[in-house]
């Protein structure tokens, strides 16, 4: 079964430190996408960075990168130099397949960690 | 500036009301979805649209229906509203199902 799982309930990092959020997957298609959003306090659901499974670099998006591990099914956030805002829920997804092997767009998320960045 | 929106924002309704969700966007994207957010599910989905006419059902289908007439636009509908659906209901759009999916700012539905 497709399935995304994030370990790690909740996180604390010192400000200005490097932090990263786990993320295992598990599918067996070929071609897959994986996703992280933020959601802060506020509630809505920001895109932060995307890993096609084909990418041959792992993902940059300013101070995000994604750590991508194929053979160890990982995709792993991470945050350079954290900041009080960086503070929310962050959510790993995945892209799947439909069950004929067509592209679909339906995401499956995991439970979420919650970082909290301390001044 | 385009943009995805939702409303109500907040609902507050009785058991066995029909509700309709509704969600709005102005990107031109032919992909919508509705996910529904539960503390430790994460955010599952709940139905989605390709296009004009075009309906889907997802993980978590059962009680609620949409309808798409338009690109714009996907109503979700909790026929006869159980408190079981008590959630925080996102509205997504995207261009193409290889695209990355936007998220609307939600709505907070209670079931009493």
């Known amino acids: 079964a497709q399935k995304i799982t994030q370990t790690q309930p909740g996180m604390f990092v010192q400000e200005k430190e490097a932090v990263t959020l786990d993320c295992t997957y598990d599918?067996?298609?070929?071609?897959?996408?994986l996703f992280w959003y933020k959601q802060p306090s506020s509630g809505e659901m920001i895109f932060l960075i995307y890993?096609?499974?084909?990418?041959?670099q792992n993902a940059t998006e300013g101070r995000y990168s994604l750590n991508f591990q194929k053979a160890r099914k990982s995709a792993n956030l991470v945050i350079s130099a954290s900041q009080l805002g960086d503070s929310a829920m962050y959510f790993c997804a995945m892209r799947v397949l439909s069950d004929y092997g067509g592209a679909t767009n339906k995401l499956i998320f995991g439970t979420g960690t919650l970082l909290a960045v301390q001044p | 500036d385009a943009e995805i929106t939702q409303s109500p924002r907040h609902k507050i309704t009785e058991t066995g009301r029909q509700v309709t969700l509704a969600c709005h966007q102005t990107w031109n994207h032919n992909n919508m979805f509705w996910y529904r957010q539960d503390l430790g599910h994460g955010l599952r989905l709940i139905h989605y649209s390709y296009g004009v006419q075009d309906t889907n059902k997802g993980e978590v289908s059962d009680g609620y229906s949409v309808s798409r007439s338009n690109t714009e636009d996907l109503p979700l509908t909790l026929e006869s509203a159980a408190s079981s659906q008590t959630s925080v209901y996102f509205c997504a759009s995207s261009y193409s199902r290889a695209d990355t999916q936007y998220f609307g700012p939600g709505t907070r539905l209670t079931v009493l």
């Open positions: 890993q096609g499974s084909y990418d041959q």
């Open positions: 599918t067996s298609d070929p071609s897959y996408g």
